[in-house]
């Protein structure tokens, strides 16, 4: 048995297995019958009598390529089929539409995608809903923030984009004894998205409910928008698939169809992202210029012993902890500004998961809606980027970073007294004095 078998049913397929064929147990395909999941491109679907039974009916409400995606989404995690949404925060906002109403009360952890904290802040709370942001690293504090209102636990782990990891058994214990005293259930969601199923199985560490936004790793092409929550409670999913229909959020057929191809290698890429991270990684934690490096694969994090514990290993024996790393430069923003503005090869962009390296500044790109004192509190600092790593050559990427890290710490300064028509360029970073020519 690997060590990514499943481990809430051991007798399931390895996930490398189950990403490429689905649910379907092994067999012979029929003759004819199409080796990729065909996209169903149609609104509505002929109906056999009036108020008979049928498989679909409108395309709000159910798709059959949909249902692939969802059949597919649910395996991997030893679930029921999930519910497909257009966009990762459609699906959170369903999540919470399911579970709350006014006057009710949500804890969610304090570092979170700067669209969760808007969901909350801007369009929840007006709505009567109220929400604490809590250190969801430290399971006390989220016990202490439950209320006899509370209705949902929110966390992501790794956190967006601090990395900070959540004990998922731990804060789900706190859950299961809230409600116990409550008489009812407190759901505890996981926000799965920077790991996937394939290095983190939430619903196996005693969350509830898994949550996706599909766009990144899942679909890992920066082509196709989505979102899914995966829970193995019926009603619930019952309940969601109810509001997605009343809400019209459901994910395309096509995109849905690009996220299935997408899934059939997501096994392979997770390896090759988590490998070519922590390389990356080690590099940054080399660097002068660099304060702080934060990824899970490495021996100075924080959480070491929790990512070790929580996080699943290739078939190949190697824990991976993902592609996603967050650094800070010693100059701060001015440095970070100057990085960011000299890579080549690594791209600027709101977005994480993809084949490419990409870069943010969540201060002023996936955060920037987040209070300033909000943002500080839970470590998103102005200076902080954020770097997932893709499917390039890891060299390739480290060298491009060096370049931009060099250039960040380039600042010239004239000096006096310099041969005519020259003047001396001063570099704060790794490099030597030179001179250069004065442009006029």
């Known amino acids: 048995m690997s060590n990514l078998q499943n ?13 490429l064929h689905g649910r379907e147990s092994p067999q012979r395909r029929p003759a004819g019958q199409p080796l990729v999941t065909p996209i169903v491109q149609s609104t509505t679907y002929a109906q056999g009598e009036v108020g008979g039974e049928c498989a679909h009916a409108y395309s709000r409400v159910s798709n059959p390529t949909i249902d692939e995606l969802e059949s597919t989404l649910g395996a991997l995690e030893s679930a029921p089929p999930a519910v497909a949404f257009s966009s990762g925060l459609a699906a959170e906002f369903a999540l919470m539409l399911a579970l709350v109403k006014a006057g009710d009360h949500i804890v969610f952890g304090g570092s979170l995608y700067g669209g969760t904290v808007r969901l909350a802040q801007q369009i929840l709370a007006p709505l009567g809903v109220e929400s604490t942001f809590v250190d969801a690293t430290r399971p006390e504090r989220v016990a202490e923030a439950i209320t ?13 984009p601090t990395l900070e990891l959540t004990d998922i058994a731990a804060v789900s214990a706190v859950a299961r004894r809230a409600g116990g005293l409550l008489g009812r259930e407190i ?28 766009t990144k790793h899942i679909d890992g092409h920066s082509s196709a928008l989505g979102g899914a929550v995966v829970t193995r409670n019926e009603a619930l999913l019952t309940r969601l698939r109810f509001v997605r229909k009343a809400t019209g959020g459901i994910q395309t057929p096509f995109n849905g169809w690009l996220t299935l191809q997408g899934i059939r290698t997501l096994p392979l890429r997770i390896r090759e992202h988590s490998r070519n991270a922590l390389e990356a990684a080690r590099w940054l934690s080399g660097r002068p210029e660099v304060s702080r490096v934060i990824y899970p694969g490495l021996e100075m994090f924080g959480q070491r012993e929790l990512a070790e514990r929580q996080h699943l290993c290739s078939s190949g024996g190697e824990r991976l902890h993902g592609g ?11 440095a970070a500004k100057r990085l960011l503005a000299s890579v080549r090869l690594c791209v600027l962009v709101e977005h994480v998961g993809a084949a490419h390296t990409l870069l ?5 790109m996936t955060h920037a809606d987040v209070p300033r004192e909000q943002r500080e509190r839970v470590g998103v600092t102005d200076g902080l980027i954020r770097l997932s790593v893709g499917l390039e050559d890891p060299r390739d990427v480290i060298a491009d970073l060096g370049r931009a890290i060099e250039a960040s710490s380039a600042i010239e300064v004239t000096t006096e007294g310099s041969p005519a028509g020259l003047q001396t360029k001063q570099v704060i970073g790794t490099r030597e004095v030179r001179p250069c020519a004065v442009t006029r």
Request: net charge negative; aromatic share 8%; no cysteine.
């Open 7 to 19: 481990r809430f049913d051991p007798h399931a397929p390895d996930p490398r297995t189950v990403a």
């Open 187 to 214: 759901p505890l969601a996981v926000d799965n998205t920077f790991h996937t199923a394939v290095i983190q199985r939430p619903l196996d560490l005693g969350a509830d409910v898994s949550v996706y936004a599909t």
């Open 148 to 160: 006899a209102g509370t209705r949902l636990i929110f966390v992501e782990s790794p956190a967006n």
């Open 324 to 334: 996603v790393i967050a650094f800070d430069l010693k100059g701060g923003v001015p």
């Open 360 to 364: 943010t500044h969540p201060a002023t």
